[in-house]
């Protein structure tokens, strides 16, 4: 076997040096933690289902001009994507009231929100990803005002897309997480979507019942977290056999 050399390793995925300069190999682990990893599991298939997954909303988002660092999957685990300097942020677009912003608000889960909020975390483990403001932001760097705006501009696209998308297969999009990277074109560079969309990174409820079809299965000892991630595959017509 041809040995590659790793860029990356996260919780999740590992990226490896991709076949041309520019590129990289993102591979999706089964691993699952949560709670800043104090919890762990290794979910069989999960990265089957979530290369999948997120192969099929990259596609869908370059197709109505959001563009990300997709460019083709190359086997089950793995997919074929654009290097780019990560911008140390998580920014999660809020719909529906639930998680972290229940807890810190008071609000109660399943509430909906007066409107959609968008929220930065600064990427930390050692701090936990704490909640920043455009202020920190700019204050430190990790990104430049004309940049937040982009990246805000981005997510509420792609929150309207996805709303859209999920609800036309009977899912409730509640919330979600997504990362940007920087691509750089001489002296310029753009803010191009990165990382995975994937039942990991979303809160997706069945409309009728308002079931849990995502990573909160497995944060809450709920169950049948593969089952949910695969129902949400078979919803959106992907994976038509599944592992
Ligand atoms: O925990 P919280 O309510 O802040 O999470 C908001 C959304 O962001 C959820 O969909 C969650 O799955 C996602 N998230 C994530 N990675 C993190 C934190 C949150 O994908 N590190």
Same mark, same amino acid.
Request: glycine fraction near 8%; charge should be neutral; charged fraction near 30%.
């Given at each position: ?8 390793? #996260? ?18 682990? !089964? ?18 289902? @979530? ?34 300097? +990560? ?17 810190? %608000?008071?609000?109660?889960? #399943? ?6 909020? +968008? ?40 929150? !309207?897309? %996805?709303? $859209?998308?999920?609800? $036309?297969? #009977? ?6 997480? +997504?990362?940007? $990277? ?9 803010? +191009?979507?990165a990382d995975e969309i994937s039942p990991d990174s979303c809160r ?16 809450? !000892?709920? $169950? @049948? ?19």
């Open positions: 076997t041809t040995r590659r050399k790793k860029i990356y390793e #996260g919780k999740a995925k590992i990226l490896y040096e991709g076949p041309e300069p520019g590129t990289l190999i993102q591979y999706f682990k !089964d691993d699952a933690t949560a709670f800043n990893a104090q919890k762990k599991a290794v979910l069989e298939g999960k990265g089957v289902i @979530n290369n999948r997954i997120s192969e099929y909303i990259m596609t869908r988002l370059n197709s109505i001009g959001v563009q990300n660092h997709f460019i083709r999957r190359l086997n089950l685990r793995e997919q074929l994507i654009k290097e780019v300097e +990560i911008v140390p942020l998580e920014v999660v677009v809020r719909n529906i009231a639930a998680g972290s912003i229940a807890t810190r %608000l008071g609000l109660t889960e #399943g509430q909906p929100l007066p409107r959609s909020i +968008i929220e930065f975390y600064y990427k930390d483990d050692k701090l936990g990803d704490p909640m920043v403001s455009e202020e920190h932001i700019t204050a430190f760097n990790w990104a430049a005002t004309q940049e937040i705006d982009d990246m805000m501009a981005m997510a509420l696209r792609v929150n !309207d897309y %996805l709303s $859209g998308l999920f609800s $036309g297969v #009977g899912i409730t999009l509640v919330d979600f997480k +997504i990362e940007f $990277g920087r691509v750089y074109e001489g002296d310029f560079s753009r803010i +191009i979507l997706l409820w069945d409309a009728a019942t308002n079931e849990k079809l995502d990573k909160d299965r497995f944060r809450r !000892d709920l $169950g @049948n977290v593969i089952e949910s991630y695969t129902e949400v595959a078979r919803r959106l017509g992907i994976m038509k056999e599944m592992p």
